[in-house]
């Protein structure tokens, strides 16, 4: 589906894709999840990484001298990752690891790469991302100017306070990214730190009941109570926070595009298989045009998809920030693949609904894609503003 990709980047996809296939869906149906109800329980986790380990396939994106493949090369192979929704978890291609990776890769110094990125890029180790926090707080949801969080100089440590919520991972994570801000008047000065996981001063509150359940750790409300974090252990200075997290914003929105893009191909192939077996009133449910159209349907969003992220990819290795490109490929991708879900859903009926397949899964994953990483109206509010400011400078009447 991505065009003009090159020959190592599909050879690791195809790779992946194989492993995914052969491997990690027979997985789908573990009896371990039955037991656990905030995403694949940590023994899995682990099982599926050795095997993928042992495949050549873990954490395929970034290669062995350390480097990353280009955006473009790793759209094909996150797109075969997320061919189940284990498919990241095994390979360690996942939110938030995935993004996390990449923010550290590109910005902390050798000795955070040696501690922190290490553990994750070699799957031994999870992480979470410290950013939203509770709207009943007052504090940033998508909007992170509103942050509330506090870290304050002392000595050689900063000590950090405040309150997080929907922090994906952060149940089982050893490695975490917390944002705050200096308490000066106004605005403050936005902060990046490192920290080790777990550390009592950070209190998981409670892990959230959520409409998804593939990623590991579930979603979790954080209490921060005097939080002491060494200076060293900052990435970049004072004030680089909102910098740096930009640096992550724009390729970890767009990977989760690629990871539902694979999702949703899943189940079209579950959805066309159905219909090309199942009969109705005298004849297969692929001839029912009402029917045939939605897998018609489906297929031009899947390509649209494609192109959206592929896209957006080369915006994004072209060296540009891609902030108002990967907002409108989030858009475009997290509703065509909500509309692919729910029409696989309605292809299959009553099956469609049941936990027989993939598909009744991949819809509700897909569903919460349209508010992760910021929901579609916040994206479509701030393309709007971008519109707005363009036509006043040009000063036309």
């Known amino acids: 589906m991505i065009p003009f990709v090159s020959d190592r980047a599909t050879a690791i996809a195809d790779r992946v894709e194989a492993f995914v296939r052969d491997i990690v869906i027979p997985f789908e149906q573990d009896v371990r999840f039955e037991v656990h109800g905030h995403g694949p329980p940590a023994e899995l986790v682990a099982e599926l990484r050795a095997r993928a380990r042992e495949a050549g396939v873990l954490t395929p994106h970034i290669l062995a001298d350390g480097t990353h493949l280009s955006q473009r090369e790793t759209a094909v192979v996150l797109i075969a990752s997320g061919l189940s929704p284990l498919g990241p978890v095994a390979v360690n291609t996942m939110a938030p690891d995935e993004g996390n990776m990449f923010l550290l890769g590109h910005v902390a110094n050798d000795e955070q790469k040696r501690r922190f990125l290490a553990p994750l ?20 949801g998508s909007d992170p100017s ?66 998804d359940s593939s990623m590991p750790g579930g979603h979790s409300l954080i209490a921060i109570d005097g939080l002491r974090v060494p200076a060293s ?11 740096l997290a930009q640096v992550r914003l724009s390729p970890a929105r767009l990977s989760h595009c690629m990871r539902w893009l694979g999702a949703a191909i899943r189940a079209q192939e579950i959805a066309t298989e159905y219909a090309c077996r199942r009969r109705a009133f005298g004849t ?36 540009s920030l891609g902030t108002t490109e990967s907002s409108m490929a989030k858009v475009a991708v997290s ?50 503003k971008k519109i707005k400011r363009e036509r006043l400078s040009r000063n036309h009447p």
């Open 284 to 319: 297969l449910l692929i001839d029912h045009e009402g029917v045939g159209f939605m897998l018609a349907e489906n297929r031009i969003d899947l390509q649209q998809s494609a192109l959206m992220i592929d896209w957006c990819a080369g915006v994004l290795d072209s060296g």
């Open 233 to 243: 252990q900052m990435l970049g200075e004072v004030g680089d926070g909102f910098r």
């Open 146 to 211: 509103m942050m509330q969080t506090r870290c304050v100089r002392d000595g050689d440590d900063w000590v950090i306070d405040g309150h997080k919520t929907f922090i994906t991972g952060a149940l089982g994570a050893r490695v975490g990214i917390v944002m705050a801000r200096t308490p000066e008047e106004g605005a403050g000065q936005a902060c990046l730190f490192l920290v080790d996981l777990p550390d009592p001063a950070i209190r998981i509150e409670r892990v959230l009941d959520t409409i």
């Open 335 to 384: 509703e065509a693949v909500s509309r692919i879900a729910d029409k696989c859903v309605q292809v299959m009926g009553g099956t469609g609904v049941s936990g027989d397949t993939v598909v009744e899964q991949v819809y509700r994953e897909v569903r919460a894609f349209r508010i992760y990483d910021g929901p579609t109206e916040v994206h479509k509010w701030s393309l709007a």
């Open 121 to 140: 890029v070699d799957g031994s180790a999870r992480s979470a991302f410290f950013m939203t926090e509770p709207a009943v707080e007052g504090g940033a």
